[in-house]
């Protein structure tokens, strides 16, 4: 189907508040977090707060273009999109298209740009998803195994960057979708057997991995080693109290706690704003959560609902597993905060996810009032 919504077409006015909301609160927290250790690393304190304002003016122009896609458009293209998310995953390990930063190659040379491809794969595999599950009333081994390959070759390429969190994230999402599709209590018994051996050997070969459970457990008994940003994290919260030291007091971001402006963020909300500033921020993401459930339970098929019902499951699982980390809640793994964290794929990717959940809404309200797409 094509053309435009007709008349009485409203977004989901909540939904699109909270986006920009959280969009713009990320701007004013990363230049927070950043200021000093830009103007010493390239004299420019506003360096990460531009980055960030111009990816999320690009992400405002796209998106009135990916709302005026119509989902069936996915449904169609699911193979291809998945396909193609692989093959982005699969760039990154090419001399001289990857790019290593930090002992990992996690990201794709454009010569004026780079982009981090596992944002954009993990969203293809809810497309595919959808699609799997919206062919089938129900879920069985035979339905599943679709399914567990394609999440399997998305994880199995994303740890090889390696990227532990991004693939903790695509794991659960699939958990998610599974069971919203009618997976049963056996289905996922059968697979935590596995699951469990599998994250035992990923342990095992990688020694960093163990150190940073200890340092989890323990993060004392290495201060100044795999613990010590877990410590500068506690600082920073804890030093926030209840109502914070204030907007652009933090302490924590004069070079003591690493990654502030991306994977820490919250660290530095926590500080400057204090608890209740913390409460607001999940307050909001809670509200998106739950305007994107109800996008996905009126969805006029059964696509459209298991498509909303993932794309609300990244945002939500993801931001639940940034704020278990930075507050000791899990093992540390770095993964950004959706809409608030530095990043320009990540943002980019969220706002045409939050595009996507319109469109969803917006098809869904034009049958209830009984318009037509023409």
Sequence with gaps: MRGKLSGRFVPDKILLCCVILLSLFGLVMQYSASSYSALNETGDEFFYAKKQALALVFAAAVYP?????????????RHVLFVLGLILLALVFIPGVGVENYGATRWINLGFTTFQPSDIAKFTLVVFIAGCLSKNSCVTFRSMA???????????????????SITMCVGLVTVAMLFLGGAKAKHFALLAVPAVALVVVLIAVEPYRLKRIAAFLDPWSSPLGEGYQLIQSYYAL???????VGLFNSRQKYLFL?????????????????????????????????????????AESRFDCYLAAGITAVIGIQALLNVAVVTGSIPPTGLPLPFVSSGGTSLLMFTCATAVLQ????KSQRQAFGHKMY
């Design 258 to 298: 690493p990654f502030a402006e991306s994977d820490f963020i919250f660290s530095v909300i926590g500080e400057e704003l204090g608890f209740v500033g913390c409460a607001a921020v999940l307050a909001v993401f809670g509200v998106i959560v739950w305007r994107g459930a109800l996008i996905a339970m009126r």
């Design 146 to 164: 679709a399914i567990l390959l394609a999440c399997g070759a998305v994880c199995a390429l994303i740890m090889a960057e390696p990227n532990m």
């Design 238 to 244: 804890g030093s926030g109290g209840l109502f914070g």
């Design 65 to 77: 273009f990916v709302f005026r896609l119509d989902t069936e458009i996915y449904r169609k293209l």
């Design 359 to 362: 469109r969803v809404a917006a």
